[in-house]
């Protein structure tokens, strides 16, 4: 690829990237700085249809070798758990790497993404991603934090060449994301779309009406940066939301929310399909109305990343199920530190763990243990 073709659309994917960034960026209260856009209609397979024409029009774009790339089986079960929270090398991921396509490629899986997240979701993918790039800029790229390397084959500041993904350290930024489908994009049959790369891993399986976004991962590091003049915290919501519920309890409940040993990191993270924890914490029965109304506005967060057709279902369940879910905390109470919480219930598993004691530097985690890859209905 030569130099003008690489800068092109790196400069197409950050105009792009602007836009939904500038929406996305949150002060210190988690308030959007701009006007939420209106919630996408229709119903659930009026969805399901959109994602799959998105999909299919991604790969008109590609080469028999990028679809090759792209296109995985669905029985591929390797592939339907190769996510994780690390960055490239570290961990090795497989599908259609987005510092491999040109513009027009690329514009394509921005708005198959478009079409598979919400307003909002689809504003904190891309704020996730903007902070990688800014990873990138910070801290030497390839080279690890404050390593100093070369990215780009010697263009300070450039996107690794093609097929160089393996040497040197860590590799950050926008175009160190993989798309991956399972299955062929259908809108009766079961298939999944897979997005990810470094602190963010996007799982969607879809079976005509139905679909399930979990497990997933959103992460962010740094958890606060500025771009164009703007503080940008692509979990800022998350984070205000729960300290703000905490300290909305009580004495006595923060006693039962509150548990008695610290939780450092995520306990069921990446690799940690299929594992089960006891509820903890104080079950949302012992919370007021108003409190019960904070705690599924913070699952929302989680919840809401997919577009608003499966959402809604989505909080219409965890809402069923809240006479039996649970908030968990470990940590300060105070908003700026570094605090652990988890919300679980029969369908539901939340963690947001911040790694090391950084409040700059965020895990979580998106669980349904019930149907994570879709269980309820897309056989395997």
């Known amino acids: ?17 602007t836009a939904a960034v500038r929406e996305s960026s949150y002060g210190r209260s988690g308030s959007s700085a701009a006007v939420s856009p209106q919630r996408a209609g229709g119903s659930p397979a009026d969805a399901t249809s959109r994602i799959v024409s998105a999909a299919q029009a991604v790969l008109k774009t590609l080469d028999d070798a990028q679809r090759g790339r792209v296109q995985f089986r669905w029985d591929d079960n390797a592939q339907r758990k190769r996510w994780s929270n690390l960055p490239s090398p570290m961990f090795e991921r497989q599908g259609l790497r987005i510092g491999d396509v040109n513009a027009t490629q690329r514009a394509a899986v921005m708005a198959l993404l478009q079409a598979a997240l919400s307003a909002d979701g689809y504003q904190k993918m891309n704020a996730i991603m903007r902070g990688d790039e800014v990873l990138r800029l910070t801290d030497g790229g390839r080279g690890g934090p404050r390593g100093g390397g070369q990215p780009g084959g010697g263009q300070p500041g450039g996107p690794p ?16 994301y993989w798309l991956a489908f399972l299955g062929a994009p259908s809108t009766t049959a079961p298939w999944m779309l897979q997005f990810g790369g470094h602190h963010l891993a996007i799982n969607l399986t879809l079976g005509g009406s139905q679909a399930s976004m979990t497990p997933s991962l959103p992460a962010a590091q740094p958890a606060s940066y500025t771009f164009e003049g703007r503080e940008v915290r692509p979990l800022g919501k998350e984070n205000d939301k729960a300290f703000g519920l ?103 598993v939340i963690e947001y763990a911040p790694q090391q004691g950084s409040v700059d530097h965020i895990h979580t985690i998106y669980r349904d243990p019930t149907n994570d890859y879709g269980a309820k209905f897309a056989s395997k």
């Not at 659309?9 to 950050?14: D, E, L, R, S, T």
Request: charged content about 15%.
């Open 246 to 348: 905490i300290n909305a309890l009580d004495t006595s409940q923060q006693a039962q929310a509150i548990l008695k040993y610290r939780v450092a990191d995520l306990v069921l993270g990446p690799t940690q399909d299929g594992k089960t924890i006891q509820p903890e914490g104080i079950p949302a029965t012992a919370l007021t109305s108003k409190q019960q109304e904070m705690l599924l506005d913070l699952a929302r967060e989680w919840a809401g990343i997919v577009t608003d057709a499966f959402a809604e279902p989505r909080m219409a369940e965890i809402k069923a199920n809240l006479p039996k879910t649970y908030f968990a905390w470990s940590g300060p109470t105070t908003n700026g530190s570094a605090a652990y919480f988890r919300i679980q219930g029969p369908t539901l």
């Open 161 to 176: 060449p093609a097929g160089q993904q393996g040497r040197g350290g860590p590799m950050f930024g926008l175009d160190n």
């Open 1 to 17: 690829m030569s130099n003008m073709t690489r800068y092109s659309f790196i400069a197409i994917a950050a105009l792009m990237l």
